[in-house]
T-cell receptor
Framework: AQSVTQPDIHITVSEGASLELRCNYS??????LFWYVQSPGQGLQLLLK??????LVQGIKGFEAEFKRSQSSFNLRKPSVHWSDAAEYFC???????????FGTGTRLKVLA | DAGVTQSPTHLIKTRGQQVTLRCSPK?????VSWYQQALGQGPQFIFQ???????QRGNFPDRFSGHQFPNYSSELNVNALLLGDSALYLC?????????????FGSGTRLTVV
């Protein structure tokens, strides 16, 4: 069955510290992978995407993610977190030939001043 | 450049009633998808519309129906509302179905069923 797992429901980091949010997927086809961010009461904003090529992808707001096929993972990283990064982060997977994205349950990030 | 716009932003309905939510896609986009996001959960795919036809549907009952208009805007209709239908309903648009470029999401309609 197709699924996306985000093992960490909540993560707290200090401002300026590095961040890694985990995402594992189960998908039969070659996946399209995405990270979205959602601020309270808002819709989702696309941070970055991967569908082929270089397995390390750069996104907006200083985020990057690495696709590891052998581990079925697509973890999101940021070297130095800012207080404005506090939000909920969702990993999603899609594929050629299918129109829906499957989302994980999200990781809520709290940033300490 | 206008992004995806949804209306209304908030809505309160009574069990058994019917509701219509509206979405205008981002300029240049012709495909609209609808997602339901329950509190504390990730978005769940309801269906996608392209060329005024439903192209794919998620695991939602027939009470959920939709429509796409020639200008690419879309409506989501939910009949016989249940308390469990309370959620944030997100509309997403893209250049084409199954776009690998990702979808652009609106801010959503918060539906509360009492």
């Amino acid at each position: 069955a197709q699924s996306v797992t985000q093992p960490d429901i909540h993560i707290t980091v200090s401002e300026g510290a590095s961040l890694e949010l985990r995402c594992n997927y189960s998908y039969g086809a070659t996946p399209y992978l995405f990270w979205y961010v959602q601020s309270p009461g808002q819709g989702l904003q696309l941070l970055l995407k991967y569908f082929s090529g270089d397995t390390l992808v750069q996104g907006i707001k200083g985020f990057e993610a690495e696709f590891k096929r052998s581990q079925s993972s697509f973890n999101l990283r940021k070297p130095s977190v800012h207080w404005s990064d506090a939000a909920e982060y969702f990993c999603a997977v899609g594929a050629q030939g299918t129109y829906k994205y499957i989302f994980g349950t999200g990781t809520r990030l709290k940033v300490l001043a | 450049d206008a992004g995806v716009t949804q209306s209304p932003t908030h809505l309160i309905k009574t069990r058994g009633q019917q509701v219509t939510l509206r979405c205008s896609p981002k300029s240049g986009h012709d495909t609209v998808s609808w997602y339901q996001q329950a509190l504390g959960q990730g978005p769940q795919f309801i269906f996608q519309y392209y060329e005024e036809e439903e192209r794919q549907r998620g695991n939602f009952p027939d009470r959920f129906s939709g429509h796409q208009f020639p200008n690419y805007s879309s409506e989501l209709n939910v009949n016989a509302l249940l308390l469990g239908d309370s959620a944030l309903y997100l509309c997403a648009s893209s250049l084409a179905p199954g776009s690998r470029d990702g979808y652009t999401f609106g801010s959503g309609t918060r539906l509360t069923v009492v």
